[in-house]
Nanobody
C-alpha cells in the first residue's frame, strides 16, 4: 500500500522560508514521478511543482517559480519543497503526490497523480 506523509508545514511571516518533506513507503520511490500541489481556502487544488523519477527535470507553476525548489532523495524515499520568500497567497494545504511514469501524463494536471498524502498546512502572515 502506497503511503505518502507530509511534514514541515507551519506558520511563518511573509518573506520567510519553510521546507516541506514527504516520506514515501509502499512504492519503489526511485521510479515514480513526484509533485507538490496545494489548496487554498475556498479555492481549487492547484499544481505547485513536480520532479521526474530521477530528479533530472523539474516543473513549476509560474506563481512559485524562482521562490520554490523541489528536490528528492531517492536513497531516503523522500521528496522536498524548499519555499523561500513566502507570500500570504501561498497559504494553503500542501499535498505530496506521486504518479506512475507510464503511461506518460502531464505533470501539471492534477488527475495525472495516482497517490496522494493527507497534506500539511502552510500559513503565511502579512
Amino acid at each position: 500500500q502506497v503511503r505518502l506523509v507530509e511534514s514541515g508545514g507551519g506558520l511563518v511571516q511573509a518573506g520567510g522560508s519553510l521546507r516541506l518533506s514527504c516520506a514515501a513507503s509502499g512504492v519503489t520511490f526511485s521510479i515514480i514521478d513526484m509533485g507538490w500541489l496545494r489548496q487554498a481556502p475556498g479555492k481549487e487544488r492547484e499544481f505547485v511543482a513536480a520532479i521526474d523519477w530521477i530528479g533530472s527535470s523539474t516543473y513549476y507553476a509560474d506563481s512559485v517559480k524562482g521562490r520554490f525548489t523541489i528536490s528528492r532523495d531517492n536513497a531516503k524515499n523522500t521528496l522536498f519543497l524548499q519555499m523561500n520568500s513566502l507570500k500570504p497567497e501561498d497559504t494553503a494545504v500542501y499535498y505530496c503526490a506521486a504518479k506512475r511514469r507510464f503511461p506518460s501524463r502531464n505533470y501539471y494536471t492534477l488527475s495525472s497523480y495516482d497517490y496522494w498524502g493527507q497534506g500539511t498546512q502552510v500559513a503565511v502572515s502579512s
